[in-house]
């Protein structure tokens, strides 16, 4: 199947820094989504993106599917930034979304 | 409703129990998905429906696991005889459209409930 690589793993910051976060894929998707999973487990749609760019607020999104990533930029962050982003990618036959491990975000105030 | 909800939102269970978790999809969703996210981990998918058709279970893990969508609607997850190592958040997703494979289509986007962690003594 699909592999799905998220880095970096952990990214501290102080509040007002921006960040990228990157997602490395091993095949042509169908769909690509961008989630923030929050300290309560939630998990909240950040952007549908399997190409192209989008921005929403302070975060945007980027993939380039042909060269199999996508980068998710994160501006003037802030406290309630923090928690795991998730990328996740649906390919080939596949209905399901397959999810890299996460990058765990700390925004210290 | 506004969004996908689930049912318990927590779950302590004693070895040999059986449980079953609930997932209400938002309404006019046609395909439903079940994951399950362990400690530290990405979510991992476990079965999908597209309306009462359970058309992948693929992803359970066990014969012990089981999930139902009668009406095409409401749907549960059921484990018999849990096991410590069942003991992780299950999460239900739904989405707009069928999930045609090859499709890049906006309606496949799943939306995900706020999970039932389970915690199997």
């Known amino acids: 199947g699909i592999q799905v690589e998220q880095s970096p793993p952990d990214l501290i910051l102080q509040e007002g820094a921006n960040s990228t976060l990157r997602c490395n894929f091993s095949d042509s998707v169908n769909n690509l989504q961008w989630f923030h999973q929050n300290p309560w487990g939630q998990l909240i749609n950040l952007f549908y993106?399997?190409?192209g760019t989008k921005q929403n607020g302070r975060l945007s999104a980027t993939t380039v599917a042909t060269e199999r990533y996508s980068l998710l930029y994160i501006s003037s962050s802030q406290t309630t930034d923090s928690g795991v982003y998730f990328c996740?990618?649906?390919?080939?036959?596949?209905?399901?979304?397959?999810f890299g491990s996460g990058t765990q975000l700390t925004v210290l105030p | 409703g506004a969004g996908v909800s689930q049912s318990p939102r927590y779950k302590v269970a004693k070895r040999g129990q059986d449980v079953a978790l609930r997932c209400d999809p938002i309404s006019g969703h046609v395909s439903l998905f079940w994951y399950q996210q362990a400690l530290g981990q990405g979510p991992e998918f476990l079965t999908y429906?597209?309306?009462?058709?359970?058309?992948?279970k693929s992803g359970l893990p066990s014969d012990r696991f089981f999930a139902e969508r009668p009406e095409g609607s409401v749907s549960t997850l059921k484990i018999q005889r849990t096991q410590q190592e069942d003991s992780a958040v299950y999460l239900c997703?739904?989405?707009?459209?069928?999930?045609?494979?090859?499709?890049?289509?906006?309606?496949?986007?799943?939306?995900f409930g706020p999970g039932t962690r389970l915690t199997v003594l």
């Open positions: 996740a990618v649906r390919s080939g036959s596949a209905r399901q979304l397959t």
């Open positions: 993106i399997p190409s």
């Open positions: 997703a739904s989405s707009l459209a069928l999930g045609l494979a090859g499709r890049e289509n906006p309606y496949n986007e799943q939306f």
């Open positions: 429906f597209q309306n009462e058709a359970q058309l992948d």
